[in-house]
């Protein structure tokens, strides 16, 4: 097949860095081994930045938009000429394949699942891209597996996912570990991201980048577990030991390092946050060696800021993902509940540098992030090395992508 075509489901939020790089790293992985292909986006949520950074590195890359359904409009000519053409539908990276992790609203498996349907009816192979699966509440597997049990190929982005979907009884003819795609991504932007660092007074590889998460609502969205408008008293304790935790890591970095720390955001959200409930719980002297990002950015600025730190801690995955790309060191230290997504860390040989941020104490915590800069040779080159094994694993499922596209 000279030119395949391949339609890309992806571009879940443009207010996460994470849901925003899952796009350009997958892109590149198609590109690269794709030169020819003729690859559509169709995005879930797109802006005229992030459309402009996508054209910049992938000039050749297509465009559309709108829902699979919208109560009784009509399936949209842009998508439906799309399907028409198309020789292999993806699904990109994300936690979208669940039921019952979060809440039990069934509008978005259906709205998730109906793309694949449409393949399913249209005879198109399809494939989902470094996906979680992290719970199958009764009676959703009856939903789910007639559909995914027909897909060319599931890549999930950590074992475990992929050992519950054999233990469910999921039967697609490939189950494996396929990484996230936002390890994939290499769009940059060195220049705003040098002068915003210089501005700033941090210098690259000098800096410990750390995001956080909370338990804060998403300003004009709905109450949900993840973003709540009004917090129960449990979500008020949460916030207190997570912010402790990164307070601890920032006082103890700045103390023994002597160097500084940039709080980057990987949420919009957690600007606002990090500003409230982390920065009062520093003492003066430290405050005064920390940076908070205030200003919202794209991913190929993120990226370069990340990949330019000496070291990287957080509570959200992407920014750890996108900090491994440089071979920076990382730390990561989740609420397990929260999903199966952090443990692709350990898939990559680095599960003790990976935390159950609700169990474990601070200090401990604050130590190995410390070890990122007393070893830090030894440090990047593990992350080297983990990088090396995200990469080989890449040209797996690249392989099995083109055996399913065919000569």
């Not at 999921?170 to 501005?199: C, H, M, N, Q, Y």
């Not at 794209?298 to 990287?312: G, I, P, W």
């Not at 090396?388 to 392989?399: C, G, H, I, N, S």
Request: aromatic share 10%.
């Amino acid at each position: 097949m000279e030119s395949p075509h391949i339609l890309l489901r992806t571009g879940w939020a443009t207010k996460n860095v994470g849901d925003i790089a899952h796009t350009p790293g997958t892109l590149r992985l198609l590109y690269q081994r794709f030169p020819n292909a003729r690859i559509t986006v169709w995005a879930n949520h797109i802006n005229d930045e992030i459309r402009s950074m996508l054209i910049r590195r992938f000039p050749s890359v297509e465009f559309i938009s709108g829902h699979i359904y919208d109560k009784e409009e009509p399936f949209p000519s842009e998508i439906e000429k799309a399907y028409d053409t198309a020789d292999l539908f993806l699904f990109n990276s994300g936690m979208a394949m669940n039921f019952g992790l979060f809440h039990f609203d069934w509008n978005g498996p259906i709205y998730n699942l109906m793309p694949l349907w449409f393949c399913v009816e249209r005879g198109i192979p399809f494939g989902i891209y470094g996906q979680s699966f992290d719970r199958f509440a009764h009676p959703s597997v009856s939903l789910f597996k007639p559909i995914l049990d027909q897909a060319a190929f599931i890549f999930t982005r950590e074992t475990h996912s992929s050992r519950y979907l054999r233990e469910l009884g999921f039967s697609a003819e490939v189950i494996e570990f396929g990484p996230d795609g936002a390890f994939g991504i290499d769009t940059r932007d060195d220049e705003k991201a040098e002068a915003w660092l210089a501005d700033h007074g941090l210098k690259s590889g000098e800096y410990l980048a750390l995001n956080i998460r909370t338990n804060t609502a998403v300003a004009g969205q709905a109450d949900s577990p993840l973003n709540p408008v009004h917090l129960t008293p449990v979500q008020e304790k949460e916030n207190e030991r997570w912010m402790q935790v990164c307070a601890t890591v920032i006082t103890r970095w700045i103390r023994e390092s002597g160097r500084k720390v940039c709080v980057v955001p990987e949420a919009l959200k957690e600007m606002d946050a990090a500003r409230k409930l982390l920065l009062p719980l520093l003492p003066d002297d430290i405050r005064e060696a920390v940076v908070l990002r205030d200003t919202w950015w794209n991913a190929d600025e993120a990226l370069s800021v990340f990949t330019k730190a000496r070291a990287a801690f957080g509570l959200e995955p992407h920014t750890l993902i996108m900090a491994l790309t440089g071979g920076v060191p990382i730390v990561h230290a989740r609420p397990l509940r929260h999903g199966r997504k952090g443990w692709m860390f350990d898939d990559l040989g680095l599960g003790d540098w990976l935390f159950d941020i609700d169990v474990t104490d601070a200090e401990v915590i604050a130590d190995r992030v410390l070890d990122l800069d007393r070893a830090h040779g030894k440090a990047s080159d593990r992350a080297r090395s983990a990088y090396a094994r995200v990469v080989e694993a890449q040209d797996r499922t690249l392989d099995l992508i083109e055996k399913v596209l065919g000569p």
